[in-house]
């Protein structure tokens, strides 16, 4: 299992990010971290792979263990090598490289004889990939570098994939592509937490979910409860207007509050 205990983590000394999140993965499962802008996701899942230090920040609380070691302090290197690996938001491919390069940099924690069959995984899942494997990074749709990107992230054979906005900028047509995709990694056998604003496709596929605001988890449950919640549904799946803005803390406060008057 991958565990986030009681974590906080601050910027440059100074700024406050994340206030006492715990968040569990389960083997093979996949749980959604949902929230606006903001609330603290990506720095959670900085958090987790090492990569707090190069943007100036660092854990003051918590830890992070992984089936109960600890690995909090360990580098981005040790983390993908004990089987953690993170698709970044904006998929952060090099444009330079062509696909399959960009596929062997994934590979770099493992050994050289595993990379054939690595690479054969991934052009299995990801045909498009296969097909354009000599040509350059840069010249990829923006659907065809997320895939890249989740397939440079495979190569390492990780338990656990850590996914950032995947969603983020594409059309309709490959978020369905994708959201299809993550739940193919997850039936072989992957763990995925997976940060969406795209709040429906998250819960669509996801067993669990946690919603966070303002650096704080402000509710956990089973993706199914979720979906059926009236204010989820209404201010994190986009069924009201009127939900633009306002924290769910506050639509829970608002309502206590009519209860009371009424």
């Known amino acids: 299992m991958l565990s986030i205990q009681n974590l906080e983590i601050v910027y440059e000394d100074v700024i406050l990010v994340s206030k006492g999140v715990s968040i569990e993965v389960p083997d093979g499962r996949i749980v959604a971290l949902l929230g606006g802008n903001g609330a603290g996701k990506t720095s959670t899942l900085r958090a987790v792979t090492g990569l707090l230090g190069i943007h100036r920040g660092r854990i003051s609380g918590g830890r992070v263990e992984l089936d109960g070691t600890d690995i909090t302090t360990h580098s981005p290197e040790a983390v993908v090598g004990a089987g953690v690996s993170q698709v970044m938001e904006g998929r952060r491919i090099f444009v330079d490289f062509t696909v399959e390069e960009n596929l062997r940099v ?59 906005e995947p969603s983020l900028g594409l059309a309709p047509r490959i978020v369905s592509q994708i959201r299809d995709l993550i739940v193919q990694i997850n039936e072989s056998g992957t763990g995925v937490l997976l940060v969406e604003q795209n709040a429906a496709m998250a819960l669509s596929i996801a067993h669990h979910g946690y919603v966070m605001e303002n650096g704080r988890i402000v509710m956990d449950a089973p993706a199914e409860t979720l979906r059926n919640d009236s204010d989820i549904r209404e201010f994190y799946l986009g069924l009201s207007k009127e939900g633009a803005g306002v924290s769910y803390r506050d639509i829970k406060h608002y309502k206590r509050r009519k209860r009371w008057l009424s």
Request: charged share 20%; proline share 7%; aromatic share 6%.
């Open 106 to 164: 994934g590979a770099h924690t493992q050994p050289r004889g595993s990379i054939p069959d690595s690479l054969d995984r991934v052009y299995t899942m990801f045909p498009i990939l296969a097909e354009r494997r000599r040509t350059g990074a840069g010249y990829l749709s923006g659907g065809e570098q997320q895939m890249l990107a989740i397939g440079r992230a495979l190569m390492a054979q990780p338990r656990y994939l850590l996914l950032d």
